[in-house]
């Protein structure tokens, strides 16, 4: 039952940004935005997330739009072990609250 | 902090039989467990969500007679694939969650790959 819409694969050249964007025009106000991803054969690692106001932790910044209706993630200097698969999710930030993951986008970082 | 141990890793059976598949929190008390399964080249499905001492919640489409979920404690949730065939073959994962740690998001497992044989 994902929600968002991501492009379904980007590179990106080692040691510049990546911006991975992702739409959620169907968002609710009581929705947050999280960001995980998954390094192949692995379970998904979780990134950031954040309701309205941009995020920034040691792993990336998150920016959500003024309407909230689409974000990006920026992981600000990509390394080969960046390259994964990155997946947006909104959900109800409530304990126990299932997360549903769409397609993601499957970020390739050349070197 | 927040681990999530899955085991096996990984494991191969025959047809017809039975696999039991382990997630443990290790540092803390998971209340709420999700098991998730994954094909190649797709993304991660959710098959059901367990709250400790309670039935398990299975999504649309899931058998729950195949895929029996048991949270009997704090710790621990088995997922088990019972008469097991070709097409359960995949990759199985669970995550967790409890207290504060939804303020940080919920820890995955490593996976567990499932090959029937």
């Known amino acids: 039952d994902a929600k968002t819409t991501q492009p379904t694969s980007m590179d990106c050249a080692e040691g510049r940004a990546a911006n991975l964007p992702c739409n959620h025009s169907?968002?609710?106000?009581?929705?947050?935005v999280y960001w995980y991803r998954q390094i192949h054969s692995q379970g998904p690692q979780y990134i950031i997330h954040?309701?309205?106001n941009n995020e920034t932790n040691e792993m990336a910044s998150l920016i959500i739009t003024e309407d909230r209706k689409s974000s990006t993630l920026i992981l600000p200097h990509a390394t080969l072990r960046d390259t994964a698969v990155y997946y947006c999710?909104?959900?109800?930030?409530?304990?126990?609250?299932?997360?549903?993951f769409g397609t993601g986008t499957s970020l390739t970082v050349i070197p | 902090g927040a681990v999530v141990s899955q085991h096996p890793s990984w494991v191969i059976c025959k047809s017809g039989t039975s696999v039991k598949i382990e997630c443990r929190s290790l540092?803390?008390?998971?209340?709420?467990m999700f098991w998730y399964r994954q094909f190649p080249k797709q993304s991660l499905m959710l098959m059901a969500t367990?709250?400790?001492?309670?039935?398990?919640?299975?999504e649309q489409g899931v058998e729950k007679d195949k895929f029996l979920i048991n949270h009997a404690s704090l710790t621990l949730s088995t997922l088990t694939v019972t008469s097991a065939h070709p097409e359960d073959s995949s990759f199985y994962i669970c995550?967790?969650?409890?207290?504060?740690?939804?303020?940080?998001?919920?820890?995955f497992g490593s996976g567990t790959r499932l090959t029937v044989v």
């Open positions: 995550s967790a969650t409890g207290g504060a740690l939804e303020n940080y998001g919920y820890t």
């Open positions: 169907t968002i609710s106000g009581n929705e947050y």
């Open positions: 954040g309701l309205k």
């Open positions: 540092d803390f008390q998971a209340t709420t």
């Open positions: 999710i909104v959900r109800v930030s409530n304990t126990g609250n299932q997360f549903y």
């Open positions: 367990s709250n400790e001492g309670s039935k398990a919640t299975y």
